[in-house]
């Protein structure tokens, strides 16, 4: 079974990728399975940069014709992530398994690589719910779901809003697909509609392809199976705890997050980690892979 990870990115996005290029190097275990970029807008530098840390760099199109897209043309370049990552057996033939990784993601254990490409053998869809017992949006009330429903209804039309307004959120910043999925074809075809439904660009936009993707999956009778979040673990929907030199979720058991994904303005912001083994104790960094690497090798450097 041949596997490639797929990722994507604009020049503001280059430096996250080589975070999760460099994560994915520091397991031997990984090293065989061939990591693909696309380019959603990068310089000839971030080009040449990235190409040497990966299998390729490959320029991504607008895939999908629709009323807005000299406008994203002009002004929204990087917005071609939503539109070609529903194509990404076209871009990159051969494999019979795409895993696809956002680029604001870091790898924190080899699982949240090998146990998406074990789980595929069995489901030709694998992804992860945007829900979880620490995701404090979700023990807040009805606010989430109001949005959600909100976003199909202006993309999409009042009956399917019905249809998916009470149903989980599959986030598609991490998902493994086989090459034989019927998700491909449907997930096209729904993105297409939204997009030709969309009246102008506004914060919706952006949902557009998550919102297709869910909706493939959930009306569509695809079969798909489901990782626990720890495989996508929500930044802004959960701080994780610091355990020995991992981040842990922040409830028990306490398991190791596998894959950190840096969804809103936590790419960026400064975050207090709490200190599993010592309560009421913390420390202080960004949670980019580079920051916590840094972290690690200066408390490993302090206890040694």
């Not at 090293?31 to 970029?37: A, H, T």
């Not at 039309?157 to 986030?171: H, Y």
Request: proline fraction near 7%; aromatic fraction near 12%.
């Amino acid at each position: 079974m041949k596997v490639t990870i797929v990722t994507g990115c604009n020049t503001d996005y280059a430096p996250l990728t080589e975070g999760l290029l460099g994560s994915l190097r520091q397991f031997p275990q990984l090293s065989e399975i061939p990591v693909n970029i696309l380019d959603f807008g990068l310089t000839e530098e971030d080009r040449t940069r990235l190409e040497g840390q990966c299998h390729s760099v490959v320029p991504a199109k607008w895939d999908v014709d629709f009323p807005l897209i000299e406008e994203w043309k002009e002004n929204h370049p990087g917005y071609r992530g939503l539109t070609a990552r529903p194509f990404l057996p076209n871009y990159f033939p051969g494999y019979d398994v795409y895993l696809w990784i956002d680029s604001d993601v870091w790898v924190q254990d080899p699982r949240g690589v090998l146990d998406y490409v074990q789980a595929v053998k069995r489901s030709p869809c694998v992804c992860v719910l945007e829900q979880d017992r620490s995701y404090f949006k979700y023990l807040r009330g009805s606010n989430v779901w109001r949005f959600h429903r909100q976003l199909y209804q202006h993309l999409y039309g009042e009956e399917v809003a019905k249809k998916m307004s009470l149903r989980p959120v599959i986030n598609s910043g991490i998902f493994a697909m086989r090459a034989d999925a019927p998700q491909w074809a449907i997930w096209q075809k729904t993105i297409e509609g939204g997009l030709k439904n969309m009246q102008k660009t506004n914060r919706t936009s952006f949902f557009v392809e998550q919102c297709a993707f869910n909706m493939a999956n959930y009306l569509h009778s695809c079969p798909v199976s489901f990782l626990p979040a720890t495989y996508n673990w929500s930044m802004m929907e959960g701080i994780p705890l610091w355990s020995g030199d991992k981040l842990v979720e922040p409830n028990p058991p306490f398991d190791v997050i596998r894959n950190v994904h840096l969804t809103g303005e936590t790419k960026t912001q400064i975050q207090k980690i709490r200190l599993l083994d010592k309560p009421g104790n913390f420390i202080e960094t960004q949670m980019d892979f580079a920051s916590i690497k840094a972290l690690k090798d200066d408390r490993n450097k302090n206890t040694a």
